[in-house]
């Protein structure tokens, strides 16, 4: 079945800075790549998806990027603010299977 | 208002004590799945279901059981917990088993087993 691998575990940077989260996967069929965010005490949330016949997606601070050769997929978070701080998952989907595989997660700590 | 609900929220029962966790979605939604997330592991799939009375054993099954009578419900059952199965559970879904949409997850139950 497919695994990601997702890295770094933690992750602290300050104020203003920019954060860069990077997954491997390893089934070159997945073609769904979502990512998710979950505050501390609450559930993940889906903040931005990408798939596998686009290269980037943009929505105001977050960008992710796809390399498919090299089978990895980045966040990219500018212009972090104190809110930004929570556990960030990547998930990877398999064409023709409906399940999700996710990484191990990164703690995002932004100080102020 | 769309959500998936799960309850109870927070659990504590002993060891071989059978308990249900309810899962309940209001959006329609075919796919339903329960995850597990421990500290380090990240979120692990217990059990899946693509549609009403189809169901299948996602990476960690072991000591769980599921159900998909009605749409709507996915509740997970564990016929004798032990401790290993202390742990912070996840039921999410999402439309349609071929569609590249994200899930939405319940708010969690945190289950302890002493």
């Known amino acids: 079945g497919e695994n990601v691998e997702q890295h770094p575990s933690t992750l602290s940077v300050q104020e203003g800075d920019s954060a860069v989260i990077k997954c491997t996967y390893s089934?070159?069929?997945?073609?769904?790549f979502p990512w998710y965010k979950q505050e501390l005490g609450k559930r993940p949330q889906l903040i931005i998806d990408i798939r596998s016949n686009v290269g980037e997606k943009k929505d105001q601070r977050i960008a992710v990027t796809l390399n498919k050769t090299a089978k990895h997929f980045s966040l990219h978070i500018t212009e972090t603010q104190p809110e930004d701080s929570a556990v960030y998952f990547c998930a990877a989907r398999t064409s023709g299977y409906s399940t999700l595989t996710f990484g191990k997660g990164t703690m995002l700590l932004v100080s102020p | 208002e769309a959500q998936v609900t799960q309850n109870p929220r927070y659990l504590i029962t002993v060891t071989g004590k059978k308990l249900t966790v309810t899962c309940s979605q209001n959006m329609n939604h075919e796919y339903m799945s329960w995850y597990r997330q421990d500290p380090g592991l990240g979120l692990r799939q217990i059990y899946y279901s693509m549609n009403v009375e189809v169901t299948d054993k996602g990476d960690v099954p072991e000591g769980y059981k599921v159900s998909r009578k009605e749409k709507r419900n996915f509740p997970l059952i564990l016929e004798s917990p032990s401790p290993n199965q202390t742990s912070l559970y996840f039921c999410?879904?999402?439309?349609?088993?071929?569609?590249?949409?994200?899930?939405?997850f319940g708010s969690g139950t945190r289950l302890t087993v002493v």
């Open positions: 089934d070159s069929a997945s073609n769904y």
């Open positions: 999410a879904s999402r439309e349609g088993t071929g569609k590249d949409y994200g899930y939405t």
